[in-house]
């Protein structure tokens, strides 16, 4: 195929004319509205999708928080007693009940492990 | 807009439209390879004339309005992130016996070229411009204008067989 062809083909065609409403939207429509089409900006979309999927991969990457141990409603309400039914003791009663329970887990850890060393 | 001077301007902007539209908006699809963001730059065009308090002052309408819409056509491409519809239709057939085959070949061609050979071409071969004349519209040198040609014709070529 030479240049002669190419342009040969090229003349059996031509661009595209506009759509029949650019016209009418061009010299009737206020000119607030001419300035932009209603097209979706694609960038946005794209954007809004990667955003999307970042924040999916980090909840299931990043692992939740470990739920609070159980509290022992009965401890706690002994605490509260100790601490005279003061303002905000049911706070600082749940928080000593939960500091208990887990020093205890760890005791127990430790006490397993100590077990276990002495056996071998 | 009710007053003269918006009404003066509303004739204008439909007479020059009326005249140019149709060669603008091919100028700008040919730049951009996308009907709507062709479509945008016309109405980009016009409603900068529409905004203006005065008519402008213009020697040669064909030449400013064209110069127009390849300034926003190229500012378009500037701030294009995304790849444009490839399979969307940007000819059409002007004689008898054009196979759907050959224009899909051809478009994909063109497609393929930079927009300023594109631009060339469209200017030469579809608007029948000298070599000089586009390099006059395009601000490049005629060198640079030959160039794209030849680069065109190549690639579309390899790329057409």
């Known amino acids: 195929m030479q240049d002669p062809d190419i342009e040969r083909l090229l003349?059996?065609?031509?661009?595209?004319?506009p759509s029949e409403h650019l016209f009418g939207q061009i010299t009737t429509a206020p000119q607030h509205q001419i300035s932009k089409s209603h097209r979706t900006w694609p960038w946005?979309?794209?954007?809004?999708?990667?955003?999307?999927?970042t924040l999916?991969?980090?909840a299931t990457v990043v692992p939740p928080p470990d739920a609070p141990p159980a509290v022992d409603r009965q401890r706690v309400e002994a605490i509260i007693e100790d601490l005279g039914r003061a303002?905000?003791?049911?706070?600082?009663?749940?928080?000593?009940?939960?500091?208990?329970?887990?020093?205890?887990?760890?005791?127990?850890?430790?006490r397993a492990t100590a077990a276990e060393i002495v056996r071998q | 807009m009710g007053d003269d001077a918006g009404d003066d301007r509303r004739r204008f902007v439909a007479a020059v439209y009326a005249e140019s539209g149709p060669r603008l908006y091919r100028y700008a699809l040919m730049?951009?390879?996308?009907?709507?963001d062709a479509e945008d730059v016309l109405q980009q065009v016009f409603a900068a004339v529409l905004s203006k308090p005065a008519l402008p002052r213009i020697d040669d309408e064909g030449a400013y309005f064209r110069t127009a819409v390849r300034n926003a056509a190229y500012s378009l491409l500037r701030t294009r992130r995304t790849a444009r519809d490839a399979a969307e239709q940007i000819l059409e057939?002007?004689?008898?016996g054009c196979s759907p085959a050959e224009q899909v070949a051809l478009e994909q061609a063109l497609r393929a070229l930079p927009p300023e050979q594109r631009e060339v071409v469209h200017l030469h071969v579809y608007e029948g411009m000298t070599f000089q004349e586009?390099?006059?519209?395009?601000?490049?040198?005629?060198n640079t204008v030959a160039a794209r040609y030849r680069y065109a014709l190549d690639k579309m070529r390899k790329l057409i067989g």
């Not at chain 1, 003349?11 to 004319?17: A, E, F, M, S, V």
């Not at chain 1, 946005?44 to 999927?53: D, F, G, S």
């Not at chain 2, 730049?31 to 709507?36: F, K, M, S, V, Y």
């Open chain 1, 56 to 58: 999916g991969l980090h």
């Open chain 2, 31 to 36: 730049i951009l390879a996308d009907r709507q």
């Open chain 1, 44 to 53: 946005a979309v794209a954007a809004a999708a990667l955003l999307a999927i």
């Open chain 1, 87 to 110: 303002r905000g003791s049911d706070v600082i009663a749940e928080w000593i009940a939960r500091r208990e329970f887990s020093a205890e887990q760890d005791a127990r850890a430790a």
């Open chain 1, 11 to 17: 003349r059996r065609y031509r661009p595209l004319p």
């Open chain 2, 93 to 96: 057939p002007v004689v008898p």
């Open chain 2, 134 to 142: 586009v390099a006059n519209a395009t601000t490049a040198s005629i």
